[in-house]
């Protein structure tokens, strides 16, 4: 019934843009912090950004501030992470996850590839 499902992946050139959506269900979205995550082959998981669950605060990885923004729309149920200036070192599949002390839930991630 839970459901967390990423799109707007895709492959973009170094310096171009692309926004990531992540669609929640069976869940209530607006109690859950939410997160994005990325991981690329052999490397570890790492935190992208969050964002509290009424958007009030937001947190960025030093490798993404200035670039990256997350934002959220409790009526739509629905988080997203604009990406500007992507390079390279960009490039992973990006992870929706929704965060409460008890309970977490992850989507199943879209592939973002920064290449020329």
């Known amino acids: 019934q839970v459901q967390l499902v990423e799109s707007g992946g895709g492959l973009v050139q170094p310096g171009g843009s692309l926004r990531l959506s992540c669609a929640a269900s069976?869940?209530?979205?607006?109690?859950?912090?939410m997160n994005w995550y990325r991981q690329a082959p052999g490397k570890e998981r790492e935190l992208v950004a969050y964002?509290?669950?009424?958007?009030?605060?937001?947190n960025y990885a030093d490798s993404v501030k200035g670039r990256f923004t997350i934002s959220r729309d409790n009526a739509k149920n629905t988080v997203y992470l604009q990406m500007n200036s992507l390079k390279p070192e960009d490039t992973a599949v990006y992870y929706c996850?929704?965060?409460?002390?008890?309970?977490?839930?992850w989507g199943q991630g879209t592939q973002v590839t920064v290449s020329s």
């Open positions: 996850n929704a965060q409460r002390p008890v309970r977490n839930y």
């Open positions: 069976g869940f209530t979205f607006s109690s859950y912090a």
């Open positions: 964002i509290a669950n009424t958007g009030g605060n937001t």
